[in-house]
């Protein structure tokens, strides 16, 4: 066996026993302020000036290329989708054109009821106007 590997703790000492239990705090430990300087805003250093920038270039980057990505994905997806489509036989192509065919004239039903009780609305104001013009 070596010497010192197994060897027990040295004994507590007088020095090494804390007198006071140590505070205990809770929540965020407050910011380093080193002494001898006031706390709060004063100029920014070179130091912090470069972190921000380069936290900032950092950031910029990743959301380009985040965007970017997004944009090549989708891309692919669209060339996919339309040599699907173009390869797709005739039959097939006609389905999926009366099907959408379906889904627009399902969508503008709505959109022609509010039209019209837009109009009547419209309608309805300008008479009201011509009434109180009379005399």
Not at 9 to 32: E, Q
Not at 85 to 111: C, F, H, M, S, Y
């Amino acid at each position: 066996m070596a010497a010192g590997r197994d060897s027990a703790p040295p004994p507590r000492t007088p020095s090494r026993i804390p007198h006071l239990p140590r505070p205990i705090k809770r929540g965020v430990a407050p910011a380093y302020q080193p002494p001898g300087k006031p706390a709060g805003g004063g100029p920014a250093t070179p130091l912090n000036t470069k972190r921000m920038i380069w936290t900032g270039a950092f950031a910029a980057v990743t959301f380009v290329g985040a965007v970017y990505g997004a944009g090549l994905k989708t891309q692919q997806e669209y060339q996919a989708e339309k040599k699907q489509i173009q390869e797709a036989p005739i039959e097939d192509r006609i389905r999926g054109l009366e099907d959408r065919r379906a889904t627009l004239v399902a969508q503008k039903i709505p959109l022609e009821w509010k039209l019209d009780a837009l109009r009547a609305r419209m309608r309805a104001k300008e008479m009201k106007d011509a009434e109180e013009n009379q005399p």
